[in-house]
């Protein structure tokens, strides 16, 4: 089994809403600050939210305050990520991640290069069209 998958993808209109799902094997998602990515064609990899593993602090990237939610089902081994208001930059493939030592912060801002996270889900397409 891949460590993180990801779900809940797929195509929407613009204003639409979609939830993401990133379910975690073989390791307990609270012991890891876990985050979205995303990826549009030709750009490149970008942080959309991170959530803390300790004290469940959160990151938003400025393009999607206000419109997307991260949240955590310890029960599930689960982090979900509620986007509302979709736009069409908004379109891109989406990844999560996990890593146990930096801020959520530096985790979003990818202030480390991609191959120093734990581990990478593989990704699950979102696009935002009419």
């Known amino acids: 089994q891949l460590p993180l998958v990801e779900s809940g993808g797929g195509l929407v209109q613009p204003g639409g809403s979609l939830r993401l799902s990133c379910q975690a094997s073989g390791f307990t998602l609270e012991d890891s600050n876990i985050g979205w990515f995303r990826q549009a064609p030709g750009k490149a990899r970008e942080g959309v939210s991170c959530i803390g593993s300790t004290d469940d602090r959160m990151f938003y990237a400025d393009s999607v305050k206000g419109r997307f939610t991260i949240s955590r089902d310890s029960a599930r081994n689960t982090v979900y990520l509620q986007m509302n208001n979709l736009k069409p930059e908004d379109t891109g493939l989406y990844y999560c991640?996990?890593?146990?030592?930096?801020?959520?912060?530096?985790?979003?801002?990818?202030?480390?290069?991609?191959?120093?996270?734990?581990?990478w889900g593989q990704g699950t397409q979102v696009t935002v069209s009419s």
């Open positions: 991640a996990s890593e146990r030592d930096w801020t959520v912060e530096k985790m979003c801002l990818m202030t480390h290069p991609p191959e120093w996270y734990d581990h």
